[in-house]
């Protein structure tokens, strides 16, 4: 069963390069990590690596995988990243059948998965495709972050002689919805909407770090001002080593 609808991603796709630029410094801090915690990598899988910019960023020093939902997603990734092996495929329900030496999930592609248990699946996936003394890279919005987004006004940028116009809906507890519209100005001067709602989860940090802990060893926390992340945090980025264990055999 799929928790998350990165198929949504079919109206948001052909805009999503243009409205979010090249995540050069998410690239350089990638790289650091893998420097810093398995200098010896040589091959990466991206969950939810939607247009490849990420992958196509690291460089050709790796064997590159990435899965998404989102076979709109999966089209510009493969012209961007031609190099990578792109498999459309639900990151609740990994069964790859080969093993990596980093596995990264950045972007709040977690944030996309509206059950807890099933982020477990996930990591239960990361650890079962991952060589001993690999790394897991990802990050969250925490929820203070999605109850900040709730309370603005909506967002307005104008890209491209289009408009996107996004607000985001927050329940109070732990979901919010993203509603995202995309005016599309054509050669007649009309515009086309693209609208998307994309719907993300809220999760308490220690209920992560809990979740994680019986297969994995936390290298590395930080939010965006290098500090131990809090719930109050904005956005928390992690790096965990999986613990070593009898080698993966596909199941």
Not at 114 to 130: C, Q, S
């Amino acid at each position: 069963m799929a928790y998350f609808a990165m198929s949504s991603y079919a109206e948001f796709a052909p805009f999503y390069d243009a409205i979010n630029g090249e995540p050069f410094d998410r690239i350089r801090q990638i790289l650091g990590f893998i420097e810093s915690y398995n200098p010896e990598a040589q091959s990466v899988l991206e969950l939810g690596c939607g247009t490849g910019a990420i992958l196509a960023g690291l460089g050709s020093g790796f064997s590159l995988t990435g899965i998404d939902l989102s076979s709109e997603m999966l089209a510009y990734a493969r012209r961007r990243c031609p190099e990578a092996t792109l498999i459309e495929a639900d990151m609740t329900s990994l069964h790859l059948g080969s093993c990596f030496d980093v596995v990264i999930c950045v972007f709040d592609t977690l944030n996309h998965v509206t059950d807890f248990d099933a982020w477990k699946e996930v990591f239960h996936g990361v650890n079962n495709h991952l060589n001993d003394g690999g790394i897991f890279i990802f990050d969250v919005n925490t929820i203070d972050r999605l109850n900040q987004l709730g309370d603005m006004a909506p967002w307005v940028h104008d890209f491209d002689d289009n408009t996107l116009i996004m607000n985001v809906d927050f329940d109070g507890i732990s979901m919010s919805s993203w509603h995202i519209r995309v005016f599309e100005k054509q050669e007649d001067g009309r515009f086309v909407l693209h609208h998307e709602t994309i719907s993300e989860l809220g999760v308490a940090l220690d209920e992560i770090r809990q979740a994680l802990t019986p297969d994995f060893a936390l290298l590395k926390e930080t939010d965006l001002k290098g500090n131990r992340p809090t719930d109050a945090s904005g956005r928390a980025l992690f790096v965990w080593r999986r613990n070593s264990k009898e080698t993966y055999a596909g199941g």
